[in-house]
């Protein structure tokens, strides 16, 4: 089974300055991974994902990057708004497309 | 505009009461799954279903049953509530075997036992 794992549990940066948000996982064989954001008392939204035969996507102020060799994802988030605070999840699809998230990291953009 | 919705935004139960959480996903889509989510543990997999009438245990399915009768209706079922199943329970739909698709969550729905 795959797992995802997310150990910092929250990260804080100044405004304008680059987040980078980080993700290991232990399962090689996947097709993509995916990134959502959630604010509180709302679901989850999707906001980039990444395939295997990639190591970088973009998608204006969101990049992630993927390291196969080190099975490790990052998020990064240039510049950093205000709005991006949020909890932001990795997530695998695996067998029947089962989702799985990381715990989560909690992201702090200060004014 | 897609739309998967639960039927309550915030519930209040009583402990040993039978709780029903409804989720309805307008997309057509195969899969669908129930989620809770605690301050520290990230989402956890409750039930997942690929198919109507057809479920899988997720990761902590103790104390949780589900009902899929039909495709667009996924419903989570507390058998008898207790205080360790407050929580926000968050359902999401997403197509079968398009793992470059990403699933879509309902708004969620905040759950106190008392």
């Not at chain 1, 795959?2 to 993700?23: A, D, F, M, T």
């Not at chain 1, 995916?34 to 998608?59: C, H, M, Q, R, V």
């Amino acid at each position: 089974d795959q797992q995802v794992k997310q150990n910092s549990p929250s990260l804080s940066v100044q405004e304008g300055r680059i987040s980078i948000l980080n993700c290991d996982y232990t399962n090689s064989m996947f097709d993509y991974f995916l990134w959502y954001k959630k604010y509180p008392a709302e679901g989850p939204t999707f906001l980039i994902s990444i395939s295997s035969i990639k190591d970088k996507n973009e998608d204006g102020r969101f990049t992630v990057f993927l390291n196969k060799s080190a099975k490790h994802l990052s998020l990064h988030i240039v510049p950093s708004q205000p709005g991006d605070s949020a909890v932001y999840f990795c997530s695998d699809t695996g067998a029947n497309s089962k989702l799985t998230f990381g715990k989560g990291i909690t992201l702090s953009v200060r004014p | 505009d897609v739309k998967v919705t639960q039927s309550s935004r915030y519930l209040v139960k009583r402990t040993g009461e039978k709780v029903f959480l409804e989720c309805v996903q307008d997309m057509d889509h195969e899969n669908m799954f129930w989620y809770r989510q605690d301050p520290g543990l990230g989402l956890r997999l409750i039930y997942f279903s690929y198919d109507v009438k057809m479920k899988e245990k997720g990761d902590i399915p103790e104390g949780y049953s589900v009902s899929r009768e039909k495709k667009e209706r996924f419903s989570l079922i507390l058998e008898s509530a207790s205080t360790n199943q407050t929580s926000m329970y968050l359902c999401a739909s997403s197509l079968i075997d398009r793992s470059d698709t990403e699933a879509f969550f309902g708004q969620g729905t905040r759950l106190t036992v008392v």
